[in-house]
């Protein structure tokens, strides 16, 4: 069965890092872009960051830029979302997802269940 499996959210406080993990399981992740998006409650569902199917190329929403980073490893079929400098309205439940070959800030197909994310002011 093809997975995207979110983890690595958790409590942290304003200032601090977190690094989610998102690890694919039934594909191989190499035929796709991959994105992090987030849903605050209250409010849409927002793209964060992309990747390119080889690393090469990123795309950061602006409120990230900075602070964020997207990396993945295609031999371990995972990608990760460093975040560092944590504001109290990063607080949001953390999608990874995943776009064949393009990458995109929108259109993609394939989403995992999401992995909570809370910064305490």
């Known amino acids: 069965q093809e997975q995207l499996a979110e983890s690595g959210g958790g409590l942290v406080q304003a200032g601090g890092s977190l690094r989610l993990i998102c690890a694919a399981s039934?594909?191989?992740?190499?035929?796709?872009?991959m994105g992090w998006f987030r849903h605050a409650p209250g409010k849409e569902r927002e793209f964060v960051v992309a990747i390119s199917q080889c690393g090469g190329r990123t795309l950061f929403a602006d409120s990230v830029k900075g602070r964020f980073t997207i990396s993945r490893d295609n031999a371990k079929n995972t990608v990760y979302l460093q975040m560092n400098n944590l504001k109290h309205e990063d607080t949001a439940v953390y999608y990874c997802?995943?776009?064949?070959?393009?990458?995109?800030?929108?259109?993609?197909?394939?989403w995992g269940q999401g992995t909570q994310v809370t910064v305490s002011s």
């Open positions: 039934g594909r191989t992740i190499s035929n796709y872009a």
């Open positions: 997802a995943a776009r064949f070959i393009v990458i995109s800030k929108d259109d993609y197909n394939h």
